[in-house]
């Protein structure tokens, strides 16, 4: 923009020059030397601006740019309601990158989606749009050549604003204070998206911390889906969402009141039929057990009770976060094989 200014500034002097100098010919009939001096000033005033002037535009001309425009898809186009307020790209940036991520130059788009970075070097680089965090684009980023034909021959390049994020969490029952993650839950749960009508749209797997996201997702009503294979998930509220135009949390609907605990006792390789397992805890007071908390052969009540079937292999199932002890007797002759302590937010395996 500089050299374009100087550019009209040299051609708007250039002009007055010009003038000066024909009005003062014209008014001048006599040789005189202080006149002629006075045109030969002139003259070459006119040269030097003509050559400044040549000089702004070729260096206008050698300065390359690449631009294009940034909008929404024409699906999110539809899904917009025709009280929503107009679109605004201004606080999207697109950054102009070499190859390794290094960022060259970048520019914030006009409020229509418009943009352009001046580039100053020749060769290979990526055109990179960041919006805010959720949304998805089509392309992210795009390769660019830039040669004496302009950036990519002067094509404009450009890029599609698809979809928002839906993200939420599965939550797992905290047993106690010996529980590590109070605020997390079970990874691996299956989270489908759904359509009203129950169609899958599309499904994930909860990360370590029991979230989970959907991206590029259009506004619109919704459903939500969770299960696991060994893990039973409840839904406590409405598993319906409907997300506007921006990203939607989900409130914590789905609960996992606890973990399976399997393990196997075996002696010399060989798995041992019948021995009673007792699950204790020091502040895990409750657990929903199946089999029942047993006989315990101590004083303390025992939270669970299970026995190893012909593999040696038992499970205590739904024990919620929280570090918890298991005693093996053998009947019966009521030896006691081994005590272990387990912390139980995950799938263990232990085996004596």
């Known amino acids: 923009p500089w050299v374009g200014l ?45 050559s400044i002037s040549a000089t702004s535009v070729v260096l206008a001309d050698s300065i390359q740019g690449c631009g294009g425009f940034v909008e929404a898809s024409s699906s999110l186009i539809k899904s917009r309601k025709p009280s929503g307020v107009k679109l605004d790209y201004s606080h999207i ?52 050549v830039i040669e004496y034909d302009g950036c990519n021959a002067n094509a404009d390049i450009n890029f599609r604003f698809t979809g928002f994020k839906i993200s939420g969490r599965v939550k797992g029952a905290v047993g106690g204070e010996s529980c590590l993650v109070k605020d997390g839950g079970p990874p691996g749960v299956k989270v489908e998206l759904l359509s009203p009508e129950d169609d899958t749209i599309t499904s994930v797997f909860t990360s370590a911390d029991g979230s989970y996201s959907f991206t590029n997702i259009i506004p619109g009503k919704y459903k939500l889906h969770a299960s696991h294979s060994n893990l039973k998930v ?47 805890s020091d502040n895990v007071l409750e657990v929903d057990c ?63």
Not at 24 to 50: A, D, H, N, Q, V
Not at 102 to 130: H, M, R, W
Request: charged share 20%; hydrophobic share 40%.
């Open 234 to 280: 409840e839904v406590r509220g409405s598993p319906e969402v409907e997300l506007g135009f921006e990203n939607g949390i989900v409130d914590d609907i789905f609960f996992v009141r606890g973990y399976d605990i399997h393990g196997f006792v075996a002696a010399q390789g060989n798995p041992i039929l019948g021995v009673h397992v007792y699950l204790y």
């Open 6 to 50: 100087a550019t009209v500034l040299i051609r708007r002097d250039l002009s007055l020059i010009t003038v000066s100098c024909r009005e003062r010919g014209s008014k001048t009939k006599s040789t005189s030397l202080m006149e002629s001096k006075y045109i030969l000033i002139c003259f070459f005033s006119l040269l030097l601006l003509i």
């Open 290 to 352: 199946i089999q029942g908390s047993g006989k315990s052969p101590w004083l303390k009540s025992a939270l669970c009770h299970a026995i190893s079937d012909a593999d040696g292999r038992f499970t205590f199932g739904s024990i919620p976060c929280g570090i918890t002890r298991s005693s093996t007797l053998l009947k019966p002759a009521n030896s006691v094989l081994n005590a272990i302590s387990i912390a139980c937010g995950c799938k263990a395996k232990r085996s004596h």
């Open 93 to 144: 940036t697109v950054e102009l990158q070499t190859l390794d991520g290094l960022v060259k130059e970048s520019t914030q788009c006009a409020p229509n989606g418009y943009y352009f970075i001046p580039v100053y070097d020749k060769g290979s680089f990526i055109i990179k749009v960041k919006g805010p965090e959720g949304w998805s684009w089509d392309p992210d980023q795009a390769p660019v």
